[in-house]
């Protein structure tokens, strides 16, 4: 995060290529990349390989439309928001743990169902169990743009580049 956002502040019109491979993670953690990749002014392309599970299909699917990938050989597994031992704390805003996990689950459905444009009651139904998406899968769901990333339009850096 802080190195998206220095280089950001460095140029501002320089975009970012975020390898992805993820077997998830705290979803705080996640939520704060996934803002941060919201945030900088360059687009995000997400190019997923190997498993991204959790918050790592939820960072794949969260890159710039059209610039989403999946490797061929790359999965997708999402499934219904879970607290880690890192994000289990007392909010004394929220009053609990369960309030806020609530809170929390409801942001990334509403997201999920947002960026995906598909029906609310599809997403919440994929959600409910783990499910692991095989990249034809991904795509049809909309968590992804396109399978390999062969057509991908990259530009050539040179080690020499300012960012």
Do not use: W
Not at 39 to 61: Q, R
Not at 85 to 92: A, E, I, Q, S, T
């Amino acid at each position: 995060m802080k190195s998206m956002i220095y280089l950001n502040q460095q140029n501002k019109r320089k975009d970012f290529i975020f390898f992805i491979s993820c077997r998830g993670g705290g979803m705080l953690q996640g939520v704060a990349v996934f803002d941060v990749m919201q945030f900088v002014t360059g687009e995000v392309s997400t190019i997923g390989y190997g498993l991204n599970a959790s918050m790592g299909a939820f960072l794949v699917h969260g890159g710039e439309f059209n610039k989403r990938a999946l490797t061929e050989n790359g999965r997708m597994m999402i499934h219904q928001p879970h607290m880690s031992p890192y994000d289990r704390r007392r909010h004394v805003e929220y009053g609990s743990d369960a309030k806020f996990m609530g809170l929390l689950r409801t942001y990334i459905l509403e997201t999920y169902i947002k960026r995906t444009r598909q029906d609310p009651f599809l997403i919440e139904s994929l959600l409910e169990r783990d499910i692991f998406l095989e990249p034809e899968e991904a795509y049809e769901v909309n968590l992804i743009d396109q399978i390999g990333i062969e057509s991908m339009n990259f530009p050539i850096l040179s080690f020499f580049d300012k960012y």
